[in-house]
């Protein structure tokens, strides 16, 4: 047991306990008073002795009755709390875990089952409550009391955020806890832990001076104790490192017998010699120790379009076991396509998945090179509606007739047209070892010497797939953007850009800044990748965030770039929600981190790309966000959590409080006893 305030019950107890004994021992002072019966006069000796000072006590229930009152209220004031079994540390930090697994409903309390966020935001609470308040800065100044218990609140999914910094308002605590809303994102932990160092006290350096220690936080324990309260499905809990000499404490939420049947893998692709046709293949994961059997539904636009029955084997030794299913469509134009199954377990986020699919178009390509072998080999097997070479005369033939617009896509290759133009012609293009200028463009000052790409956008739809690196240069140019320039560098060597963006003025262009004739590039599968990548990205019209499949998932931010001049643009996200976004220069918008799985789409008024949908005469994209994430639907909730630095067991049954204050019993006490004493004079005088 230890005590907050001491102090004030003792200078209370040394004021309160003699003053009222003195009072029993004062002598009344009396006036004649004449009496009609000697039972009067017995009962006024008897009181006139037990008052005269200095006398004996006489037994009195009423003054026991009283001290005992009196005790109560004194040890009420003096705070006592009985110590329970917690940290030495008067720093607590509350990682909660909001993941997608947090949404799996294994948890039960006196209601039933709920969602295991709700249960570690029960247990995180008992943490709360428990904290140990302080005895006040006038105690903890004259007798070196322990100041009071702080806590912050830490919310975490993919990313990390500080809800509350340390207090120790348990109103507040409480409050920040009960707000935290589960999400779809998967569970990195790494982050939120790097967050909570960031805030946790500093040890301070602590001499001895005279025998006694000195330094900021002198006869304060050092370090802070982590409270994890998580179900354990985090991929990246290896790499999470608390500081040294912190206490970690993992609160599990869940079972490890819960199993989940789930999609972790969409895609749909159209056929290379057929575009009309497409296949959609939908992956499937399952942790039942049982074989299951699921219902697989695909949806086009919302209509049921098709279903098959896909059996999954058992899992075994601990791995989750998968299988799969391919829906083979007829389908001209393009769709939203919907899988959806119901296998009955108790985590929802993974049962749905969505895919666009782009329509069946093929695209004709213009080639304008002076002989360019690699490009043209490359561009052979591409299944292109038509595939026509020109000349840099015979295009400028082209341009003049009108007829160069009959084409989606065209290929230059150390040519532009009219170079002492302001800017490029509109239209797409895809530029080889050519630097368009302007004052939208880029500037060349010159070549440089031999080099590698040192880095490229590995988020960027035509590189996403791509590894560039190793790609030796001959005669890397020193390119970079224009002042005021809309251009987009998404690679780039040690002296300029390699690759970059332009999309501005009717104008949307790649320009890969170097001659690939002298590069390494041709001898790589990447530079046939890049190619087929390039042509589509600008062709399609379509974001890549809708047409690549799980390109966007939850706990990513959504970028694109819109046509210049896209005005009052909005998105909606799954939940029926919309927010305005203000579009940069160059129509690049960003919106995120996106928290829930389902389809999103962005509205905008001005002017299309090209292919977009309109709805209530604005333009519209289509953008998808998928759990697919394996690790994410493996909900089993491990007993021991592996970090990087050690192994920490799970903490079973509830929470341990810290301390329970004693005080309001006590009151509770004196109360009953001033209730008896008032009794029992009553019933006194009534004799």
Do not use: C
């Not at 021992?25 to 006139?48: G, P, Y």
């Not at 009195?60 to 009420?76: E, K, R, T």
């Not at 963006?501 to 009717?506: D, H, K, M, R, S």
């Amino acid at each position: 047991m230890s005590w907050l305030t001491p102090w004030l019950g003792g200078v209370a107890a040394m004021v309160a306990v003699p003053s009222l004994v003195i009072l029993y021992f004062l002598k009344l002072r009396r006036r004649d008073q004449e009496v009609s019966s000697t039972l009067l006069w017995r009962k006024s000796v008897q009181d006139l002795q037990a008052n005269a000072p200095f006398q004996k006590l006489r037994r009195n229930i009423l003054l026991l009755l009283q001290l005992l009152v009196m005790v109560g209220v004194l040890l009420a004031l003096a705070q006592p709390m009985l110590e329970g079994e917690g940290a030495a540390s008067s720093r607590h930090i509350l990682l909660i875990d909001r993941s997608a697994s947090m949404r799996t409903t294994d948890a039960d309390d006196a209601r039933g089952g709920v969602s295991r966020l709700e249960a570690a935001k029960a247990r995180a609470l008992e943490v709360v409550d428990g904290l140990r308040d302080g005895g006040g800065v006038l105690g903890g100044r004259l007798f070196r009391q322990r100041s009071p218990d702080e806590a912050m609140v830490i919310a975490f999914d993919t990313t990390a955020e500080v809800r509350t910094a340390f207090t120790g308002d348990k109103a507040a605590l409480r409050r920040v806890i009960e707000s935290i809303q589960a999400t779809d994102a998967p569970g990195r932990l790494e982050e939120a832990v790097r967050l909570a160092l960031a805030h946790a006290p500093q040890r301070a350096t602590v001499e001895e001076v005279d025998g006694r220690a000195t330094g900021a936080d002198a006869g304060e324990p050092a370090g802070a104790v982590v409270h994890l309260f998580t179900d354990g499905v985090l991929a990246d809990a290896g790499l999470a490192m608390p500081r040294h000499g912190d206490e970690v404490i993992y609160h599990r939420v869940g079972r490890r017998e819960t199993w989940n049947v789930g999609i972790t893998a969409i895609r749909a692709e159209r056929e290379f010699e057929s575009p009309t046709r497409a296949r959609v293949f939908v992956g499937l994961q399952s942790t039942s120790a049982e074989a299951r059997t699921v219902t697989v539904e695909l949806l086009i636009d919302g209509v049921r379009a098709a279903a098959r029955s896909v059996a999954i084997p058992a899992s075994e030794g601990g791995e989750a076991s998968g299988s799969g299913v391919v829906f083979n469509i007829e389908r001209e134009r393009g769709g939203l396509i919907a899988a959806r199954i119901d296998a009955g377990d108790a985590f929802a986020v993974d049962d749905r998945a969505w895919v666009v699919l782009p329509p069946a178009r093929q695209l004709g390509v213009a080639v304008v090179t002076r002989g360019n072998l690699f490009l043209a080999a490359a561009m052979e097997g591409m299944p292109l509606r038509a595939l026509d070479r020109f000349t840099p005369e015979a295009f400028e033939a082209e341009l003049a007739a009108g007829r160069a617009a009959a084409y989606d896509v065209v290929v230059l290759d150390g040519w532009l047209p009219a170079p002492e133009a302001d800017a490029l012609p509109p239209g797409r293009y895809l530029i080889f070892n050519a630097v368009p200028g302007g004052a939208s463009g880029l500037e060349d000052v010159g070549a440089g010497e031999s080099s590698v790409i040192l880095d490229w956008s590995r988020d960027h739809p035509v590189l996403r797939e791509l590894t560039l690196e190793g790609l030796v240069i001959a005669e890397a140019r020193r390119v970079r953007p224009g002042e005021g320039s809309a251009a987009q560098v998404i690679a780039e060597t040690d002296v300029g850009a390699a690759i970059a963006e332009l999309n501005t003025g009717g104008v949307r262009a790649l320009v890969v800044t170097f001659d690939v004739a002298r590069s390494s590039w041709p001898f790589d599968v990447s530079f046939v990748v890049f190619l087929a990548s390039a042509v589509e990205y600008l062709g399609g019209g379509a974001p890549a965030a809708s047409a690549e499949q799980g390109a966007l998932r939850p706990g990513m931010v959504l970028t694109d770039q819109l046509p210049a001049g896209a005005r009052e643009v909005e998105v909606r996200t799954p939940s029926g929600e919309r927010a305005s976004l203000i579009p940069a220069p160059d129509g690049r918008i960003t919106y995120g981190p996106v928290r829930e799985t389902g389809v999103y789409e962005v509205f905008w008024s001005g002017e299309g790309a090209g292919g977009e949908a309109r709805a209530g005469g604005r333009f519209t994209r289509v953008y998808v966000a998928n759990l697919a994430d394996p690790v994410e639907s493996d909900v089993r909730s491990p007993e021991t959590l592996e970090l990087a630095s050690a192994s920490v067991a799970a903490r079973e049954g509830r929470s341990v409080a810290v301390s329970r204050r004693l005080w309001p019993w006590l009151v509770l006490a004196a109360i009953g006893f001033l209730t008896l004493e008032w009794y029992v004079y009553n019933r006194k005088v009534q004799l």
